[in-house]
């Protein structure tokens, strides 16, 4: 039968190692396509009305249609930020010099703390009591506790702190790829140093960034546990995940929580698809290094 099996997949042009991929395909279609499909279904299912009255009414409703522009204030400029700030640190840390182990521990540390670990250090430092306010008003820089919890920056400040060391990672491993001799041949041709990052480094680098921008935009954009612990729920960083939380198992719609969730795919889809578009206009050739 083995035989037989390998003789009909031979015929038809089929290597017998694609076979490995069925595990694979089954895990994609019962974890993901499957859930998807429900998802979607479940959303054109509302208790009252039509197949699309749940996004009508979604679309209709301030407080809820609100939540996607409170999603994108959070998850971009968190993934801005935490893609641009690895790269000068990745450019620094991708050579060989004594130390550089501890201080890329050091960096990716706040990866194994979690998001309520995180929450708890932020509300202890920067709350009222905490220490931070305490400096300021110790050296009478202000005269009241400066507002950094319970609303959007609170939320900011915990989607860069658990987000960095994701971005930092990928960047360093795009920048390692990058073969350094390029630089010094542009050195020897009369190149500053400003101006072989500009038209050496960031060009082989921009399609990697895009694709960390990507990942971490996605990270950010699930901003439940954050929005709930270090951020104002009800009003300023009502997240299109708390939207669907509060319709699930408050309300009990699930139909709408399932609409919201619909609609958070849709937005992440569309922003990816765009930076891709963008990624692709870009050069994606060799790095003619260890990445290549």
């Given at each position: 039968?083995?035989?037989g099996l390998r003789?009909?997949?031979?015929e038809?042009?089929?290597d017998?190692?694609?076979l490995?991929?069925?595990?694979?395909?089954l895990?994609?279609v019962?974890?993901?396509?499957?859930p998807?499909?429900?998802?979607?279904g479940l959303s054109l299912q509302?208790?009252t009305g039509?197949?699309?009255?749940n996004?009508?009414?979604?679309?209709?409703?301030?407080y809820?249609?609100g939540?996607i522009g409170k999603?994108m204030r959070?998850?971009?400029?968190a993934?801005?930020?935490?893609?641009?700030a690895?790269?000068?640190?990745?450019y620094?840390?991708r050579?060989?010099?004594?130390?550089?182990?501890?201080?890329?521990a050091?960096l990716?540390?706040?990866v194994?703390l979690g998001?309520v670990?995180?929450?708890?250090?932020l509300?202890?430092?920067?709350?009222?009591?905490g220490?931070f306010?305490?400096?300021?008003?110790?050296?009478?820089?202000v005269?009241?506790?400066?507002r950094l919890?319970?609303?959007?920056?609170?939320?900011?400040?915990s989607?860069v702190i658990?987000?960095?060391?994701?971005?930092f990672?990928l960047?360093?491993s795009y920048?390692?790829?990058?073969?350094?001799t390029?630089e010094?041949?542009?050195?020897?041709?009369?190149?500053?140093p400003?101006?072989?990052?500009?038209?050496?480094t960031?060009p082989l680098?921009?399609?990697?960034l895009a694709?960390?921008?990507?990942l971490?935009f996605?990270l950010?954009f699930?901003v439940?546990?954050s929005?709930?612990?270090?951020?104002?729920?009800?009003n300023e960083?009502r997240v299109?995940?708390i939207?669907a939380y509060?319709a699930a198992f408050?309300?009990?719609?699930y139909?709408m929580?399932?609409?919201?969730?619909v609609l958070?795919g849709?937005f992440?889809?569309?922003?990816?698809a765009l930076?891709l578009?963008?990624?692709?206009r870009?050069y994606?050739?060799?790095t003619g290094?260890?990445?290549a």
């Open positions: 039968m083995t035989t003789h009909r997949l031979a038809r042009g089929v017998r190692v694609l490995l991929l069925v595990p694979a395909v895990t994609l019962l974890l993901f396509l499957y998807m499909l429900y998802g979607v509302p208790r039509g197949l699309l009255d996004y009508r009414a979604f679309f209709a409703d301030p809820q249609s939540t999603t959070l998850a971009l400029p993934a801005l930020i935490n893609v641009g690895s790269v000068p640190i990745a620094r840390l050579g060989r010099f004594r130390g550089r182990r501890l201080l890329t050091i990716v540390l706040p194994t998001t670990l995180v929450a708890d250090g509300l202890r430092y920067l709350g009222p009591k220490w306010n305490r400096v300021l008003m110790g050296i009478g820089l005269h009241e506790p400066v919890i319970y609303n959007y920056w609170g939320v900011l400040f989607l658990t987000g960095f060391p994701f971005a990672l960047v360093l920048m390692s790829g990058i073969d350094p390029l010094r041949a542009a050195a020897t041709l009369g190149a500053g400003w101006e072989r990052v500009r038209r050496i960031l680098l921009a399609p990697g694709t960390t921008f990507v971490a996605v950010a699930s439940f546990p929005a709930n612990l270090v951020g104002e729920p009800a960083t299109m995940a939207a509060d408050e309300k009990y719609d139909s929580a399932s609409t919201i969730a958070m849709v992440e889809l569309v922003v990816i930076v578009l963008w990624r692709g870009l994606t050739g060799s290094g260890k990445g």
